[in-house]
């Protein structure tokens, strides 16, 4: 791993925003599945919208969750019914 050093004058300061990644952001999508009364809701921020967690979303529909993007990075998943889920749909 290569280390930098700044050296001279200027400082440097300033924020940087740190993105979601899939890594942690499909199995804390996973966890939506653990709801067990109708309408509880679960709300997860820093959420990209990335192919693969469009796929998964797909997915827990199935398991009865529906997800809603609030805005661009924060997603609510609620809990529509307690039904079985229909296993057999084409994925």
Not at 22 to 42: E, M, Q, R
Not at 62 to 88: C, G, M, V
């Amino acid at each position: 791993m290569a280390n930098w050093k700044i050296t001279g004058p200027t400082q440097i300061a300033g924020d940087i925003s740190v993105h979601g990644n899939k890594n942690s952001a499909l199995p804390c999508i996973t966890a939506s599945l653990l709801l067990d009364k109708i309408g509880d809701k679960l709300t997860l921020t820093n959420i990209p919208q990335i192919n693969d967690v469009q796929v998964l979303l797909e997915i827990i529909r199935h398991f009865n969750i529906e997800p809603r993007w609030l805005d661009a990075h924060t997603l609510e998943l609620t809990l529509i019914s307690t039904q079985a889920p229909d296993l057999n749909p084409p994925i």
